[in-house]
């Protein structure tokens, strides 16, 4: 119930083909990605995520990812989802990202579009970006 990862060298988390869920997580310093999925199905509550040099959270491949109360601080991306990936995300405060906040696109050809839900988020609509295959929907 409780996971802090601090000063990783690459992915401080990364899941490939998995379900599962995450509860009160803390990551600080991330080499690369702080949470990277990829063909798998993932829930959190209270995710907090810190100085990570790529993205927060990379959702990919046909991923399924829920989360609700999430901090993101200080990345370069705060979440990125691709692939025919669907995210749903609720109260999820975004600080200090110095290039996306959400990014919806296809990164490989042989997937669909990507879908991402937001509900209660602080989002800067001058930091999302999505292709013509993908969706960003936001709900206040």
Not at 52 to 72: H, P, R, Y
């Amino acid at each position: 119930d409780k996971l802090k990862i601090s000063n990783s060298k690459f992915d401080a988390i990364d899941l490939d083909f998995s379900q599962g869920k995450l509860k009160n997580v803390s990551i600080l310093n991330s080499g690369n990605d702080a949470i990277d999925l990829s063909f798998s199905e993932i829930s959190t509550n209270l995710l907090n995520i810190k100085n990570a040099k790529d993205k927060g959270i990379s959702v990919g491949e046909m991923s399924n990812f829920e989360a609700e109360n999430t901090v993101l601080d200080m990345t370069s991306t705060g979440i990125a989802v691709k692939d025919n990936s669907k995210v749903k995300m609720k109260t999820a405060k975004f600080n200090n990202i110095s290039k996306f906040e959400i990014l919806s696109y296809v990164k490989k050809d042989r997937f669909g579009g990507a879908y991402i839900e937001c509900i209660d988020c602080n989002i800067d609509f001058n930091k999302i970006y999505n292709d013509e295959l993908s969706v960003i929907a936001y709900e206040k």
